[in-house]
């Protein structure tokens, strides 16, 4: 304690050279996190500026569930896909009419160049991939060539020049279940272009460069673009937007309600300088040490604005109240901060802890977040005891002629008014209708908890945009339209062989000498042919590297022979043992089996069932088409074949199209895995989380075939994961949190009542917000989850300097009921002002056009609004009822409390092992724990050093 108390008296006495000290700090830190970027290769060895806004880096790169995503990407070859609808509800025919399907294939082409340097990059492949196009003018069309024909023309090859042709291409488009209600829609008035992408960063510069050609295009249609990458890379682009125009004008609109408080231009800029200097430093910070500003750090400077900004009110109302009494600068400075430095530390210390323990979640950028903001709280605490005096001993002392609360002259007190009148007239309220307040809070309790009851856990990339962006008004109208634009996909997979490549080979020996056995004893040329086999067997056994690549080998082997054969009866054998490997090949390719492509019909029906999916697609959709055009086009004979040979035979016909890859987008080439594209038509987490509680009770009742194994992939169903994760983890933190601020509390007070008392204006805000988030109906997303780590920040800053100033004057007064006059005055002044300038000044987060920070917006004045009210009305009730136990004159009260604070510390300290302990066990141990580890101890020994102070062992004031 002595130590920042030196640290406000050097201040006072050498204000330039702290103030230099600020700046050059300040000025290193950002040139160490921007030179890197300006300059690369001159600052090489430091940490450039790297932005990641991709919510699926929610989730750590070695998370099981991303690494299977990963893989099926890679496996299958798939992209995250841009949507473009292109929609015409007002002309009979819909968007098939000549016009609209020329200005289609033009953007078509235009979308196929967005590759390279047209789009900025450096990689000529980056972008646009255009073979995995799905257009009207780069799909097949199926049709039968008569019976066992099948013929493959492009759907569109040219754009139709009569409203006839026009109509033949929605036809033939409509008779492809593949392509009817994914890129046609069912009532002919839309169609949309699928465009892959190389990576999900490039969405936004892709996007940009198709609105740009959508402009010049002419005609009656309308054109959306839509997609989960569009809506992720497009929020990163606006949120930096958002935080250069939203966070300045916070810091105007609490600029000028300082102004208006405090009536002196030139003092109200410390705690601008404050702020802004904090967020410089913390940012600076999180740059050069290597992180990147995803969605959660780049909310840091919001976070920390206002934390920044609350102390020092604190000390300019102080000063403000203060200064008039002895109008001498440097003593009304130093009496401030000898009444403010304890309290201010320890708001500081605990929301410093509360964020730290942040890094406890399973989130990487929520760790991140967590630790950062609590370096930032720090900063702006160290910068308020140190710059806030300096800058005050800085300025003439005219400046401060009719500064602050004047007394007339001849006048023993200034009649009360304005701000003073209205909390003494509240502090009487509290004293007078004491039992009103305890029951009007329980009743707002308990509507609160049943709030917290009808709160949905639910998040939508899409829906962090207001309803009228352009990219939710396009989600809207393709999904109407369409069977969906949200992808997943359902993967089934073929259990993994245990056995080795040797077992795997002795098991093929087997099988070869039973095949062999039923051959006629006459065919010399087989034996011999299988003598000869059995030898390359057992050679390319040692060197293969599993099955697939003997089978591979052996296969290349034989056909080697057969070319090589000169007499019949051994081209015969060679070709017969052909024919068994490709039996054995086909033994493994369990995807052909018509059991298991029945079996995808069944899934698909039962997620078509679910409600929330709108039209899926697998290989059986291609199986099934295909056979059906060999038979002329028969609709009897869209079925999956009764064979796995007719099976096969449908798919070499489908290899013959013009986009055979498309095949291998729905199964690896060796048939053992396969997955079902499945579009919802909404991106709500709920929806998907439905859609995969029905497929687990499907899948219990109706197991699969051939042991295959199910599971997800995909951006929809990773954002279920992430958000999962961040619900459970969050609220694991927050709990951790919350007892970590508890026990701070019970060292700071040296009781556990006190400890106890303090939480109750944080306790009461947090039900109310969750039960008002409950009560509107609103999603607990992302942005909500986040606002719990700063209702412990703000919510207990309050609580503290109302109870530490109600001690200090209690010990004066020797009563309550003196006391909370005076408690009212100064103390309370400063909490109201602090609560009218924090929540105003963040009302232009209302007017950004991304809801994560409207949300923000609100709910942080929200926060102040309701923890301000429960620590001015609230918390005096309670001292009133209690004060025998608050302040105890008895030894029975003594022993009581010192009982409680025992019992309350143990639970406590417990509970918050056990929080913990279950975190390490859940993520692991990385980086940012063991910083928790060592930050948490510190902050704890700081508050127990401040808690002995003369003023805290004081029995008169009620610590025990």
């Known amino acids: 304690m002595r130590f920042v108390h030196n640290l406000s008296v050097y201040s006072i006495h050498h204000p330039k050279a702290m103030t230099l000290v600020m700046v050059a700090v300040t000025v290193v830190l950002a040139l160490l996190a921007l030179l890197p970027s300006v300059w690369p290769e001159t600052f090489s060895r430091l940490h450039p500026v790297a932005v990641d806004t991709d919510p699926e880096n929610m989730l750590s790169h070695d998370e099981a569930v991303r690494i299977f995503h990963n893989e099926m990407k890679e496996l299958l070859n798939l992209h995250d896909m841009i949507v473009v609808g ?184 410390s705690p601008m300088v404050v702020a802004l200097v904090s967020v410089i430093c913390t940012m600076g910070l999180l740059v050069i040490s290597g992180n990147t500003i995803h969605i959660m750090s780049s909310m840091i400077p919001i976070f920390i604005m206002p934390i920044a900004v609350l102390d020092s009110v604190h000390i300019l109302s102080d000063f403000f109240d203060r200064y008039q009494k002895s109008r001498n600068r440097k003593k009304t400075i130093t009496e401030v901060m000898d009444h403010l430095s304890a309290p201010m530390l320890f708001t500081s210390l605990t929301s410093a802890a509360g964020f730290a323990s942040l890094a406890l979640t399973p989130i990487p950028p929520v760790q991140v977040f967590g630790i950062f903001i609590s370096i930032g709280v720090l900063l702006a605490w160290l910068l308020t005891i140190t710059f806030i005096p300096a800058f005050i001993m800085m300025l003439p002392e005219a400046s401060f002629a009719n500064f602050g609360v004047v007394k007339r002259e001849g006048e023993a007190e200034e009649a009360p008014k304005g701000l003073t009148k209205a909390m003494l007239a509240l502090g009487h309220f509290t004293q007078q209708r004491t039992k009103l307040i305890l029951v009007a809070a329980s009743l707002l309790l308990l509507l609160a908890v049943y709030g917290i009851n009808q709160i949905q856990i639910n998040d939508n990339p899409t829906r962090w945009f207001k309803s009228n962006h352009p990219i939710r008004v396009s989600d809207r109208v393709l999904n109407d339209h369409f069977g969906g634009t949200y992808m997943a996909y359902f993967a089934l997979r073929s259990p993994v062989s245990e056995l080795t490549v040797q077992e795997e080979s002795a098991a093929l020996h087997a099988r070869l000498q039973e095949w062999q056995a039923a051959e006629p004893e006459d065919r010399e040329a087989l034996h011999t042919a299988v003598a000869t086999f059995e030898a390359e067997l057992e050679t390319q056994t040692d060197a293969a590297a599993d099955r697939i690549a003997l089978l591979d080998s052996l296969t290349a082997y034989v056909e080697d022979q057969i070319d090589a054969a000169v007499a019949d009866e051994d081209f015969y054998a060679w070709e017969d043992l052909g024919f068994f490997l490709d039996a054995e090949r086909q033994q493994r390719e369990i995807i052909k089996q018509p059991e298991v492509l029945r079996y995808l019909e069944d899934l698909q029906q039962a997620l078509l069932e679910t409600g929330a999916v709108g039209k ?144 109750i204006p944080l306790t009461l805000t947090i039900a109310l917000i969750y039960g008002m988030i409950g009560l509107m109906g609103k999603d607990y997303d992302m942005p909500v989850a986040v606002l719990s780590s700063l209702t412990l920040g703000l919510a207990i800053d309050f609580a503290i300097h109302f109870l530490v100033r109600t001690r200090e004057l209690y010990a004066i007064d020797g009563t309550w009921k003196k006391a909370y006059v005076h408690a009212f005055g100064e103390p309370a002044r400063a909490i109201a002002r602090n609560v009218i300038i924090i929540a105003v000044g963040f009302t232009p987060l209302l007017l950004a056009p991304l809801l994560p920070y409207v949300t923000v917006g609100f709910f942080l004045a929200s926060i102040l609004l309701i923890s301000g009210l429960a620590t001015l009305v609230l918390l005096p009730a309670i001292i009133k009822y209690l004060e025998p136990l608050l302040f105890p004159q008895t030894r029975a009260c003594s022993i009581l409390c010192q009982c409680g604070t025992c019992i309350l510390t143990s639970v406590a300290a417990v509970a918050l092992v056990a929080i913990n302990i279950h975190q390490f066990l859940t993520i692991g141990w990385t980086w940012l724990t063991y910083i928790s580890l060592v930050v948490l101890p510190i902050l704890f020994v700081g508050c127990y050093l401040m808690s002995r102070r003369e003023q805290c062992k004081n029995p008169s004031q009620g610590t025990d």
Not at 97 to 110: A, D, M, S, V, W
Not at 163 to 185: C, H, Q, Y
Not at 659 to 683: A, C, K, M, N
Not at 719 to 731: C, P
């Open 616 to 759: 899926s697609n697998s290989i059986a959709d291609i199986v099934k088409t295909v056979h059906r055009e060999l038979f002329e086009g028969d609709p009897a004979e869209m079925r999956i074949p009764d064979s796995t040979q007719a099976v096969a035979q449908t798919l070499m016909t489908y290899e013959s199209s013009h986009r055979p890859h498309d095949l291998y987008h729905f199964v690896t080439p060796d048939y053992t895995e396969t997955s079902i594209w499945v579009q919802l038509t909404s991106g709500d987490n709920k929806d998907m989380s439905q859609v995969v509680e029905a497929m687990d009770a499907y899948i219990a009742e109706n197991p699969p075939p051939m042991g295959l194994e199910p599971d997800w992939f995909g951006l929809t169903y990773i954002n279920v994961i992430w958000q999962e994760r961040m619900v459970s983890g969050m609220l694991q933190a927050f709990m951790g949190s919350f007892l970590v601020v508890l026990l701070m509390m019970t060292l700071l007070f040296r009781s556990g009542l006190w400890g106890l008392i303090s939480m």
């Open 86 to 269: 292109v929609v015409n509800e007002e002309h009979p025919e819909g968007v098939f009419t000549p016009e609209t399907l020329g200005n289609i294939q033009e953007l078509t082409e235009f979308a196929l160049t967005l590759r390279g340097e047209t789009i900025g990059q450096d990689d000529p492949n980056a972008g646009v991939v255009e073979i995995d196009v799905i257009a009207p003018s780069l799909v097949d069309n199926i049709e039968q060539g008569g019976l066992g024909v099948v013929r493959f023309d492009w759907l569109m090859p040219r754009p139709p020049e009569s409203a006839k042709e026009a109509l033949a291409v929605r036809d033939r488009a409509m008779n492809i279940p593949f392509l009817n209600g994914t890129m046609v829609s069912e009532d002919g008035q839309a169609l949309a272009l699928y465009l892959p992408i190389t990576s999900k960063d490039l969405s936004y510069q892709i996007y940009q460069q198709l609105l740009g050609k959508i402009e010049t295009l002419e005609g009656a249609e309308k054109y959306y673009i839509t997609g989960l990458p569009v809506a992720e890379d497009t929020f990163g682009v606006e949120m930096f937007k958002q935080m250069a125009i939203s966070a300045p004008m916070a810091m105007v609109v609490i600029f000028l309600l300082l102004l208006y408080f405090f009536r002196k231009l030139h003092l109200i800029l």
